[in-house]
């Protein structure tokens, strides 16, 4: 019932957003397609995921905004529960599942446009600063 609820209001808010698709439905699809071969194929120059070994947002994001130090706390702490999954809290291993979705998926589409290719880390910094906290908290009770 809430799933039904929430689906119709996201799709209403779509659609209040989006309402020029409801006069030329052919331009919307034609403009939906463009960006999703956009994002597959990315600008002039594309940057893969292995180009960096899968560690370009981590040099080019993440070092430079949170800094060396916070950044490999962070992944330390990360790294503590996937370690220690199965006795992890569960909203622990929730966020290691957001932040690896959320990490990778940038990550692999060869789609970074510049100038400001780190906002599409913004959303995995909270968790990752946890995640740093959980890895002083740990050493600390160590």
């Known amino acids: 019932m809430h799933l039904a609820l929430t689906g119709t209001i996201a799709g209403c808010v779509f659609l209040a957003v989006n309402w020029p698709l409801l006069l ?7 403009g939906m397609l463009f960006e999703a071969d956009h994002a597959q194929i990315g600008h002039d120059v594309p940057i893969w995921g292995l180009d960096y070994w899968l560690g370009f947002h981590l040099l080019y994001s993440l070092v430079p905004g949170l800094g060396a130090f916070a950044t490999m706390l962070a992944i330390g702490g990360l790294g503590w529960i996937v370690a220690r999954w199965r006795t992890a809290p569960v909203h622990d291993r929730w966020l290691v599942i957001y932040v690896l979705l ?11 446009p510049w100038p400001d290719f780190s906002r599409y880390m913004l959303p995995i910094v909270p968790p990752l600063l946890y995640f740093a906290w959980r890895a002083i908290e740990v050493s600390a009770t160590s």
């Open 102 to 112: 959320f990490y990778f998926v940038p990550e692999i589409s060869p789609l970074k």
């Open 24 to 30: 030329d439905p052919r331009a919307f699809l034609t």
